[in-house]
């Protein structure tokens, strides 16, 4: 796979992901669509599309961009992937629904490729 160098330790450098392991957030792998859910990284303890972990309201980039996976560090990363765990999508039903609707007094969760598809 391609080699993202992204962070400092061997075992903590993303690769773009070119197996079946799905994303720990939304529970998918690769899309037809990229901008369904963004590419799927991977390193030695996460899965992750870019786009399920940029839009997540529990995601902050608190690192450069040169660091962890733009800038999102490791810790940061399982944070989101933790309390995604305790976070249901409104629109499938299943644990992972980190991003918040937009929209003023809506409060739905859910994954980013599930408001992709549903237009939110």
């Known amino acids: 796979p391609e080699m993202i160098d992204l962070d400092i330790e061997e075992s903590r450098k993303f690769t773009l992901s ?5 994303c720990q957030l939304c529970g998918q792998t690769k899309t037809m669509d990229i901008l369904e859910s963004g590419k799927l990284y991977r390193n030695c303890d996460l899965s992750i599309h870019y786009f399920c972990l940029l839009f997540s309201n529990q995601g902050h980039q608190k ?3 040169s660091e962890g996976l733009f800038g999102f560090l490791t810790q940061n990363i399982n944070h989101v992937v933790n309390s995604g765990n305790n976070l249901i999508c409104n ?9 918040l ?9 859910f994954h980013f490729p599930c408001g992709y598809l549903n237009n939110f």
Do not use: A, H, L
Request: glycine share 16%; charged share 35%; net charge positive.
């Open 18 to 22: 070119v197996d079946e392991v799905p």
């Open 63 to 65: 690192g450069e961009d």
């Open 91 to 99: 629109i499938c039903n299943n644990k992972g629904g980190t991003v």
């Open 101 to 109: 609707c937009s929209r003023k007094g809506c409060r739905s969760r």
